[in-house]
């Protein structure tokens, strides 16, 4: 029990298909991330929500869509992708103004075929 | 611009001995530092952190070591498990803002 959930845990989609990937933080934290890690990559930060806003998009391009409806919840919509999107999606949450960790989902394992 | 770096991108190390995890940044506005552990196909898992006002942070087998004129740290894991065998990650913020991670480094503990 990590304190961030990541639903599913796996998912294989054709570039023509719509999907989303949830997550869910249990501890209370007022941030939430979304985090990509393709193979022998650092991890890559997508989008940062603080207080439910976005705070940061880096340069994600738009067949990635967050919805962040509260501060517990955070989705990636996910329409048209491509073959190189294929990668490890990792949800993190954490407390802003405070020098704590990030905690980390176990992540979706996104296949588009 | 990768401000965090990791520079071995693989480490094997025998089982009781000290495993070293080295880690370099470069933006001197940095103040929080930390490690994560991370198990193919899982989520990071959090090991330990540093503030920049310490330049040693101990917890149980492992401690971070941070030195700022150098703008360096490591992780230092003593003595090396076979559990300890998976990828990890030194990451730092700057005034609480958002993580910047290196690369990772793959580390076998062999029997």
């Known amino acids: 029990e990590t304190g961030v959930t990541q639903t599913p845990r796996h998912l294989v989609m054709g570039m023509t298909n719509k999907k989303s990937l949830k997550c869910e933080q249990h501890?209370?934290?007022?941030?939430m991330y979304w985090y990509k890690q393709s193979a022998k990559k650092p991890l890559e930060l997508m989008f940062v929500?603080?207080?439910?806003?976005?705070?940061e998009n880096n340069s994600v391009p738009s067949r990635f869509s967050p919805e962040c409806p509260n501060s517990s919840h955070l989705f990636l919509h996910l329409h048209t992708l491509q073959p190189e999107d294929s990668a490890l999606y990792l949800c993190?949450?954490?407390?802003?103004?405070?020098?704590?960790?990030?905690?980390f989902g176990q992540g979706t394992r996104l296949t588009v075929v | 611009d990768q401000q965090v770096k990791q520079n071995s991108p693989s480490l094997s190390v025998q089982e009781g001995r000290i495993s070293i995890l080295n880690c370099d940044y470069t933006?001197?506005?940095?103040?929080?530092f930390l490690w994560y552990k991370k198990y193919p196909a899982e989520g990071p898992t959090f090991l330990i952190s540093?503030?920049?006002?310490?330049d040693k942070n101990e917890d149980g087998r492992f401690t971070v070591f941070l030195n700022k004129s150098a703008k360096h740290l490591s992780l230092h894991i003593v003595p090396s498990q076979p559990g300890d065998s998976a990828v990890y990650f030194c990451?730092?913020?700057?005034?609480?803002?958002?993580?910047?991670f290196g690369q990772g480094t793959r580390l076998t503990i062999n029997p």
């Open positions: 501890l209370g934290h007022n941030a």
């Open positions: 929500y603080n207080f439910k806003e976005q705070t």
């Open positions: 990451a730092a913020s700057a005034r609480a803002q958002k993580l910047v």
């Open positions: 540093i503030s920049s006002i310490k």
């Open positions: 993190a949450s954490s407390q802003v103004r405070d020098a704590s960790p990030a905690f």
């Open positions: 933006n001197s506005m940095f103040d929080y």
